[in-house]
């Protein structure tokens, strides 16, 4: 699983005459990637489409309108149909016309409603104003204007003007019309008065009626219109439910027809001649070269010209062991595509590395390694059971009700992380933050694991960062040495041993040193308290540190790798420290990890209450409270006896245990508290473990750029062969 599928090229050689028998056969297998002619061979050119590739290509284009003018999508045919070349050019040519008339007369349809819209639009301020539309305009001895303006701007211009002996102003809410009786000889005048005024001109519809009546009459009209669109809206969902299978099948037919009348334009010809080449995983290859000869017997040369290999170094071996020069050998020097070669278990994590880029042919594929560490990253930081459970629901569901892969890869993912921070939930013993699970499952002396909130269990804190340092040592040394097999194969050992060999040996030296007693008074305590048998031992290993000569020789290793990078690559020495930073950066697993738990703990807290016992212990208010005032008067030192607990303090009363005002308000607190706390998870949790994924780990080793696999055929759905 760590490396894609191998894969061959085929190559085919044969006269023209069979060539369309190769194509069919080729795309019924569908596994031949097929290579791009590069023109390099003399005497040979790219071949031409078959006559019938227009003509279906026309068709096409057809269907597609005809499917996008009725809505027509994949899921609108159930099962599949047969359709011949006959069925297309006797069906397709009716369903066209009719549907383009349809489309046709819709189209009119919405532009007469546009027009509708706009002179019901037109028209409103003149309901307001409450005038008959015909008695707005059509006069010989006087001049009127309607429009949006202000009444006293409009009559002080009309005061100050010349050639006017009357006027008059009507005005509604917004609109206003005015009317001018002008001085014989005098045109224009009202126009040039408004000129100045702070007045917005509007056109009188043309109309003999009341605004109202004219209102009643474009109402209807819409409506009319609407109902027509609504008719023809209805045949079209008719013709698509009479005509999906058959479109979609005959798309299908005719986009088959194209690809395989098209497929000469890859091949190599001459004018009695070709030569097609393809890529096909190495283990289909012996089945399509059999298919092939059976076909046609001697009629074609099938060869498997190149195996290749996961190397970056150019070369590709022949079947026969002997390796192919460069140049001149294939009709194409096109880059093996990749097929990745995981079960389906692990598949659905493609899409955390896809997101990157897909492997390239001559590199690890980490999608394996990404399935193992990726849900144990996430479980750890979040670690509770009730999460876990719904985390695995959601990813159940996304996986079950979408046919999108991209769904149901991300349901994959969703349902390993799930799982993985339920099984961490039972080992902390925590159920939507409550410890109960603990309890329950491991009686008095409690969970396995604990995450050191409580300040009774403060010494697993940092235990945490130790356990983080030492996860990011195992997976990033697992980076590291799949990078130094590759450059081991690209470049050879010294270049393996400049790029990645020195930071193997920078980093362990470096950590061994950390983790040894060697200057033991300058290092951090709970380096050498976190692992061994005291009382605040969070794992009782016995572990007080590596000896004073190991940590001599991480120095040692450490320098060495120094050296080793400086001669190698004298610009990336200046940056050994981040033999030290990389790792730490892998801290965020317990500051996650006591972020998660802190959110949750504060929301359990508003709603159940806490009261603390005389070692530090926190314990939530489920089965009720001890009394707060009882609790308050104790003197410095003393301890009230509670379900077994001392307790010493109450944190918080508890909103459950206030009147139904105060419950009802814990519920909501409690529900979307928690709610955050799932939502969180993903964000913080989520995009950490991606990017130590990413960033820490995929650099080591990973580039990505590979090519997909594509073969030529296709997978019917719609469509019979018969």
Do not use: C
């Amino acid at each position: 699983m760590l490396r894609p599928k191998q894969m061959s090229k085929l190559s085919v050689t044969g006269s023209k005459q069979v060539m369309g028998s190769v194509v069919e056969l080729v795309h019924d297998r569908n596994v031949v990637d097929v290579s791009e002619y590069d023109g390099s061979w003399d005497g040979f050119q790219p071949g031409n489409p078959e006559a019938e590739a227009e003509e279906a290509s026309e068709q096409l284009v057809t269907i597609r309108s005809i499917k996008s003018i009725l809505g027509v999508d994949d899921d609108d045919a159930d099962g599949s149909r047969s359709v011949s070349d006959a069925d297309i050019d006797a069906e397709l040519p009716e369903i066209r016309q009719r549907v383009n008339e349809l489309d046709d007369r819709r189209d009119e349809l919405r532009e007469e409603l546009r027009g509708v819209e706009e002179r019901l639009d037109a028209v409103e301020p003149f309901v307001d104003l409450g005038i008959d539309l015909n008695l707005l305009s059509g006069y010989d001895s006087l001049e009127v204007a309607v429009g949006y303006g202000d009444e006293r701007s409009v009559e002080r211009e009309l005061l100050d003007a010349d050639g006017i002996r009357q006027y008059e102003i009507f005005t509604g809410d917004d609109v206003m019309a005015v009317f001018v009786y002008p001085s014989k000889h005098a045109e224009g005048v009202l126009d040039d008065a408004l000129v100045g005024a702070a007045f917005t001109s509007l056109d009188v519809p043309d109309s003999e009626v009341a605004p109202e009546s004219y209102v009643r009459e474009l109402e209807s009209e819409k409506q009319r219109i609407e109902s027509d669109i609504e008719e023809i809206e209805s045949t079209f969902a008719d013709l698509e439910r009479d005509h999906a299978p058959f479109l979609l099948a005959a798309e299908e037919q005719l986009m088959i027809e194209v690809q395989k009348a098209e497929a000469p334009l890859s091949f190599a010809t001459t004018k009695s001649a070709f030569v097609a080449e393809g890529w096909v995983p190495t283990e289909e290859y012996e089945g399509i070269a059999a298919a092939l000869k059976d076909e046609l017997g001697d009629r074609i040369e099938v060869e498997e010209v190149e195996r290749a290999q996961f190397k970056s170094d150019g070369d590709a071996v022949h079947e026969h062991g002997e390796a192919v020069a460069d140049g001149g050998t294939t009709i194409g020097r096109d880059d093996p595509p990749v097929v990745q070669d995981n079960n389906g278990l692990v598949r659905p994590f493609e899409v955390l590395v896809n997101a990157i880029g897909r492997p390239n042919y001559s590199e690890f594929d980490p999608t394996a390694l990404v399935f193992l560490t990726f849900p144990l990253l996430f479980g750890f930081m979040i670690g509770d059971l009730g999460y876990g459970l719904i985390y695995t629901a959601i990813g159940g569901a996304l996986y079950t009700q979408f046919d999108s892969p991209a769904f149901k890869s991300m349901g994959g993912v969703t349902i390993a992380a799930g799982l993985s921070t339920a099984v961490f939930g039972v080992l902390y013993g925590e159920v939507f933050g409550l410890h109960i699970l603990g309890d329950m499952l491991f009686g008095h002396s409690g969970p396995p694991l604990r995450k050191g909130l409580q300040p009774a269990y403060s010494y697993w804190v940092p235990a945490w960062i130790v356990v983080s340092a030492l996860a990011a040592l195992v997976h990033l040394n697992i980076g590291y040495v799949l990078g130094f097999i590759e450059e081991l194969q690209f470049h050879g050992i010294k270049e393996a041993v400049y790029e990645k060999g020195s930071w193997i040996l920078a980093m362990n030296g470096l950590w061994l040193f950390i983790l040894s007693t060697w200057f033991q008074g300058s290092k951090p305590d709970f380096l050498f308290t976190a692992f061994d048998s005291g009382s605040e031992a969070a794992f009782a290993l016995g572990f007080t540190g590596l000896p004073v000569v190991v940590g001599q020789a991480g120095i040692g290793l450490f320098l060495l790798g120094f050296l080793l990078l400086f001669i190698g690559a004298p610009g990336e020495a200046v940056e050994i420290f981040d033999a030290l930073v990389n790792v730490l950066s892998y801290a965020r697993l317990a500051a996650v990890l006591l972020a998660k738990a802190g959110m949750a703990f504060a929301v359990n807290l508003f709603f159940f209450g806490v009261y603390v016992d005389e070692k530090g212990g926190y314990h939530y208010g489920v089965g009720g409270m001890p009394d707060a005032q009882a609790v308050a008067n104790l003197a410095q030192g003393e301890t009230l006896s509670y379900h077994g607990y001392e307790v010493t303090s109450i944190m918080f009363g508890g909103l459950y245990h206030g009147e139904a005002a105060s419950l009802i308000l814990g519920i909501v607190v409690l529900v979307l508290g928690h709610l955050l706390v799932l939502a969180l998870g993903v964000t913080s949790a989520g995009l950490q473990a991606v990017r130590l994924e990413y960033y820490e780990f995929f650099s080591k080793f990973f580039d990505g750029g590979g090519r997909a696999y594509e073969p030529f055929g296709y997978e019917r759905k719609h469509s019979r062969q018969e």
